[in-house]
């Protein structure tokens, strides 16, 4: 490996086939949760990954039975508490979503267990999206007490239609893999225990396409996605702004305590 990739914390890479590098998102004990580390990585990956030539393919998953457990608990802390991290934040969640569609690389993704914040927006935004029938897509926004931000705003709706996107981003249901791609939320649904053999299979195929024909192919139809960047920026916008709200207060406390949050019904927000 060559110092490209030596920088990474919370990223480990291998390539499993010629020209196709593998993701793995990695954070013992945790279901592989953004913190801190994790979510700067998530965003400069794919600036590196545009820019090395031996990669013609990209495969992002998570390592053991889950590929991301959200975000990190103590990160939402310090985010309601401190500007800077919100700032800094803020910047990176924006950056995040598109680094991944200006990559001109294809991107592969391999879902399985809960697929939840960082990690999901990689996930989803994914050129093929490949989820096992056991994984459980959530976005938990506003169980936490904020806007549904990150990707949501700017993909869901083009992947499954504005009714679903309205359903599962305001209540935070589970979508099982299964369910996902009956909806269109993602390209392919595997066995669990096919579900690498999979992503490799298809991430080998667009590895060996036309380079050129493959990336312009997909830098044309990521243009639905850049057409909705004003919706995008306008709902990160709104879920930033939740972090100095009481909501939010109510909703990381009880994700601490592990039990149902108690919003306040007349909240200004």
């Given at each position: 490996?060559?110092?490209?990739?030596?920088?990474y914390e919370?990223?480990?890479?291998?390539?499993p086939?010629?020209?196709?590098?593998?993701?793995?998102m990695?954070?013992?004990?945790?279901m592989?949760?953004a913190?801190?580390?994790?979510h700067?990585e998530?965003?400069?990956?794919?600036?590196?990954?545009?820019?090395?030539s031996?990669v013609?393919a990209?495969?992002?998953?998570?390592?053991?039975?889950?590929?991301?457990?959200?975000?990190d608990?103590?990160?939402?802390?310090?985010m309601?508490?401190?500007?800077n991290?919100?700032?800094?934040?803020?910047k990176?969640?924006?950056?995040?979503v598109?680094n991944?569609?200006?990559c001109?690389k294809?991107?592969?993704?391999a879902?399985?267990?809960?697929?939840v914040?960082?990690?999901?927006?990689?996930g989803?935004?994914?050129?093929?999206?490949?989820?096992s029938?056991?994984?459980?897509?959530i976005?938990?926004?506003?169980?936490?007490?904020?806007?549904a931000?990150?990707h949501?705003?700017?993909?869901?709706?083009l992947l499954?239609?504005?009714?679903?996107?309205?359903?599962?981003?305001?209540?935070?249901?589970?979508?099982s893999g299964?369910?996902?791609?009956?909806?269109g939320?993602v390209?392919?649904?595997?066995?669990?225990e096919?579900?690498?053999?999979?992503?490799l299979?298809?991430a080998?195929?667009?590895?060996?396409g036309?380079?050129?024909?493959v990336r312009?192919?997909?830098y044309?139809?990521n243009n639905?996605?850049?057409?909705a960047?004003?919706?995008?920026?306008?709902?990160?916008?709104?879920e930033?702004?939740?972090?100095n709200?009481p909501?939010?207060?109510?909703?990381?406390?009880?994700?601490?305590?592990?039990?149902?949050?108690?919003?306040?019904?007349?909240?200004?927000?």
């Amino acid at each position: 490996m060559t110092d490209t990739y030596e920088g990474y914390e919370r990223l480990k890479f291998d390539w499993p086939a010629e020209r196709v590098l593998r993701v793995t998102m990695e954070n013992p004990g945790r279901m592989n949760a953004a913190d801190s580390v994790m979510h700067g990585e998530l965003v400069r990956i794919w600036r590196d990954i545009d820019a090395d030539s031996r990669v013609n393919a990209v495969i992002i998953r998570g390592a053991g039975d889950a590929f991301s457990g959200g975000g990190d608990l103590e990160l939402v802390r310090e985010m309601t508490q401190d500007f800077n991290t919100l700032n800094r934040v803020w910047k990176e969640a924006r950056d995040l979503v598109y680094n991944v569609i200006n990559c001109s690389k294809p991107v592969v993704s391999a879902m399985e267990g809960p697929a939840v914040g960082a990690g999901l927006v990689a996930g989803l935004l994914a050129d093929v999206s490949i989820a096992s029938r056991t994984a459980r897509i959530i976005d938990g926004h506003t169980r936490l007490g904020v806007a549904a931000g990150d990707h949501a705003a700017i993909v869901w709706p083009l992947l499954c239609g504005l009714a679903k996107s309205k359903y599962y981003l305001m209540t935070c249901d589970p979508v099982s893999g299964e369910e996902a791609e009956r909806i269109g939320l993602v390209s392919l649904v595997t066995e669990p225990e096919d579900l690498h053999d999979k992503a490799l299979e298809v991430a080998t195929k667009l590895a060996k396409g036309a380079p050129g024909a493959v990336r312009f192919t997909k830098y044309a139809l990521n243009n639905w996605l850049r057409m909705a960047g004003p919706t995008f920026d306008t709902s990160l916008a709104l879920e930033f702004m939740g972090f100095n709200g009481p909501d939010v207060q109510e909703g990381l406390a009880s994700l601490k305590e592990k039990r149902k949050p108690d919003f306040d019904p007349e909240s200004p927000l």
